[in-house]
Structure formats: structure tokens, C-alpha cells
């Protein structure tokens, strides 16, 4: 079911996403090489709790932590692990989801550890503008399908990457993941029509090769880029609205001045 949020459900989930983009702001000072990925749990466990917040992925189909960490070439879903030692040149990504008093919000966000490649951070760099180009397809009158076609069209046509298709973005609010399925890849004009009040997802995984993933971890959760490539994630949770798409976990207001909520 989709749901549409009102001026005061919508104020809720800025205020989640702001703890939610608070937490990203705080990892940049903890990342570094020589840390274990499990830093970065505890680090968002203890976040979360000083600002009245529930990590909400704990318990979620029998997930255990707060956050996912993937390093490399692991895609989404990746266990913080004590014993894994991040290291100069790794890329990471830390997805995220927060119920603050019932109001839920979501985001990725990519690290570089240390110093990394040059093809890292282009791979950074296409993987971030990508997001922002869904989101400026996420207008009221749009379709689904516009906002996975801009995100493909720049991904793999202009700068000859894999648009992971296993896993998408989604609504969120009331609960973690809610109609619609939102695809980073598509056609335009195909799919169900945006309306205002809608809240969802973009989170798109780009990766170096191929688009395909597996998932042959025992953990039974990891997913990995099919040739061993290196994946890139960023995710915004946002609304739509009469005045355009308004992210709601803004990591900097400066640069989203145009999509942020008067």
C-alpha cells in the first residue's frame, strides 16, 4: 500500500532524517584505516541513542545490527565485523535506516578509507550525481520509470558501468519498506504516476563491471558484484512535493539549498 504523509508526518521524518544524516556526517571522522568495521556499529548504536532514536534494521527479518557495511566489491548487506580491518584504498558504504517517535528515514552513504584510486573515486563521484539525477526526475506528474531511466542512461550509456538491478529503492513511512518499488534503471514515462506527499527512496548501486550480483555468502544477507568489481552506494530518503522533490536526510544544506523543505 502506498501511503501519503501529511505536513506533520512529513516534519516528523525530517527530523529522523536529520539524526539519520548526522550519524553519516559523524562516521567521515571515524573512518579511517586501521579501524574495524565494527567501530562503525557501535558508533551508530551510540548516536542513535544519545538523539532518542531506534536502528531500526535490528530484528528486521532477523538482521541483527544497526547498520550494514560493505566494503569493495560487496554491494548492499554487509555484516560489521570485528575482524574485518579497513584499510587504505578500501571503499565503503553504510546504509541505515532510523525510527525516531514513528517516523522512519533511510540512507547510504560511501567512504573512502585512506587514499584512495582514482577509478574509486570516479566511481564515487558517477555513483553520487546519479542519485542526484533521479532525484530531480522524483515531480509530481512523473512516472517510476523516469526516475531508473536517467539513473541508467548516465550509469552505464555515458559512463559505462553496471546499474545494479537485484536491489531497489523503495517508500518508506509508516514502516521501513512500503510501495512503491522504486528501480534504478527503466524506461521513461512507464510506471506508476508521483503524487504529492509520496516519500521514498533512490539508492542506487553502481559498480565498476558488471550489474549482476551474487549472493553467495554464508551469512545468507551479502550481496557482491558478480566479476569482483568494486560497488558504490549513495541513498536519500525524500518527499514529493508541488515545489519539487525535498530530501529529507540532507547532509549538506548548503548544497541541497534547492531540495531542502521551506
Known amino acids: 500500500m502506498i501511503t501519503l504523509k501529511s505536513p506533520r508526518e512529513i516534519r516528523e521524518m525530517e527530523r529522523s532524517g536529520a539524526i539519520l544524516a548526522g550519524m553519516h556526517l559523524g562516521l567521515r571522522k571515524i573512518i579511517k584505516p586501521g579501524i574495524s568495521s ?6 551508530a548504536r551510540k548516536f542513535f541513542k544519545e538523539h532518542d532514536a531506534i536502528p ?17 566489491d560487496e554491494i548492499c548487506h554487509g555484516f560489521p565485523r570485528k575482524d574485518l580491518i579497513l584499510k587504505d584504498g578500501d571503499l565503503v558504504k553504510v546504509d541505515t535506516v532510523v525510527n525516531y517517535h514513528g517516523a522512519m528515514s533511510d540512507s547510504c552513504w560511501s567512504y573512502a578509507v585512506g587514499k584512495v584510486t582514482p577509478e574509486i573515486d570516479r566511481l564515487m563521484k558517477v555513483t553520487k550525481e546519479a542519485l542526484y539525477l533521479g532525484i530531480d526526475q522524483a515531480q509530481v506528474g512523473n512516472r517510476i520509470g523516469d526516475i531508473g531511466a536517467a539513473i541508467q ?24 519498506h512500503e510501495s512503491p518499488n522504486v528501480p534504478h534503471y527503466g524506461q521513461a514515462g512507464k510506471g506508476l504516476r508521483l503524487r504529492p506527499g509520496m516519500t521514498i527512496t533512490i539508492e542506487p548501486m553502481i559498480n565498476t563491471g558488471t550489474w549482476k550480483a551474487v549472493m553467495d555468502d554464508p551469512n545468507g544477507w551479502t550481496a557482491r558484484t558478480a566479476d569482483g568489481g568494486f560497488s558504490c552506494q549513495y541513498e536519500h530518503t525524500l518527499v514529493i512535493t508541488t515545489a519539487g522533490p525535498k530530501i529529507l536526510t540532507s547532509q549538506d544544506p548548503e548544497q541541497d539549498k534547492k531540495y531542502l523543505l521551506d
Do not use: L
Request: charged share 25%; aromatic share 18%.
Open 153 to 176: 542512461h548516465y550509469t552505464e550509456e555515458v559512463n559505462d558501468y553496471g546499474d545494479v538491478r537485484e536491489f531497489i529503492g523503495h517508500g518508506i513511512g509508516p514502516t521501513m
Open 56 to 72: 531500526e534494521q535490528i530484528g528486521f527479518e532477523g538482521y541483527k545490527y544497526a547498520t550494514c557495511v560493505s566494503v569493495n
Open 38 to 43: 565494527w567501530e562503525i556499529e557501535k558508533f
